[in-house]
């Protein structure tokens, strides 16, 4: 798709105008004057004290001085740092070679659309193949209006393979449509500064076509890893990798936890213990205990109740039991009479 | 003579730098990026691809882009 003259040339117009404002953060600090103004006060104290002859009060005045003419020129070799960033940064082309640069994408890109209305410039890269795995072709869009500010482009990928971990990172280097730029960040920022369009986007293309294995956001060995929902470790071994079989999330071996009664994969959130065998249960397989509600599993639960609440029920009937309850006449037992006695209070 | 020299490695860089006529693309690429392969780079003349033994014109612009730059995380 070529770029028509009157397009690039209007676009062209319109970044110029922009960048030639230039971004904000561009804009030269002021002079320290309130350091400055201290330090006139100061000298004429100091000056003060020495003819005076007070020793202390001048020392004191002196160590203030010093600390005051320390701000001053701190905040002085800021400026000078700024002006120098400012004046190197802004060799800004003119109109003409800027719809140059544009017109000339189309010899370097596949794809390039310029978008009047939206204020955009996209292109499209070859597909991008690193070490073998596939991540398809990437679109790249520059919205002019936002180079002055921070994130100016979006990279956003075609035929998406994003990494089974992380599905919004679609490249090593790119997540949520933001590139990192790593090593290209200065030449990205000074491309886009000096309105160096066709030059931006080279640099962006280079920096997708490369793999930098020591600072990617997914590596490319763990491209297909998946995360375990319960630890955050990267299951990198397809037969270590479980799923709950409730909230159907990755597990790795380590968190998988084994219900004994239907036999299924559990996350943490999916699954307890039994209070009484201590085994491994989902919440689904317990069943609740009609006298203390408390959950266990079917294996301890005998006629609904859990073995402390039956043992509770058998000691309560065998001491009703052991009482010999009434006498010959059908009169209560002393046992038994000791017995309501204590059940009264 | 004098080209317009952008050199889009590292830091960056984008100023006019004097040439003696009759200077190649190559030769140029030689002296402005010494030690370093013409093929890890992008080299363009005018924004457009060229031959390694073109010859600089006055008010040439060229831009040299590394093809392997590193992203980051
Ligand atoms: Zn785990
Ligand atoms: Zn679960
Ligand atoms: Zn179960
Ligand atoms: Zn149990
Ligand atoms: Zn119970």
Redesign the interface.
Known sequence: MTVTHSRAQRAAAEIYKILANGPDYERVPPLPETYWNACQRLLRMQEKARQRGWGAARNRVERRLLQVVADCSSHLHTLQEKLIETIRQR?LLNEQAIA??LR?LS?EFDRVRIDLKHRSIAVETEPIVLQDIEFGRFRVVLNWISIPLYRAYRVIALAPHPASSKPDVTH??V?EEA??????Q??I???LH?G?I??FF??VR?????Y?P????VRLEDWEACECHDCSDLIRDEGNRFRCASCEEDLCDACTIYCHDCGECFCADHSTRCPCCNKTYCCDCLAVCQQCHGKFCKECLDEQTCPQCRRATDEAEDAVDDFPAYDADGVETEELQTAHAAAAV | MRVLL?N?????F??YVEISPNTSVQEFFRQRVPGRQPSDY?IRVN??PVAADQMLQEGDRV?I?????????
Do not use: M, V, W
């Not at chain 1, 590139?179 to 290209?184: A, R």
């Not at chain 1, 280079?206 to 490369?210: G, R, T």
């Not at chain 1, 020591?214 to 956001?217: A, I, L, S, V």
């Open positions: 060799r140059d640069d000339a010899a090593p280097h997540q590139l990192c730029e790593g090593d290209g200065q030449a920022r000074d491309a000096q160096r066709l030059d080279q640099l280079q920096i997708l076509e490369n930098n020591h600072n990617p956001y | 952008i889009n490695d590292g830091g960056g984008a100023d992008l924004r457009l831009s882009t590394p093809t392997k730059i590193e992203g980051g995380r």
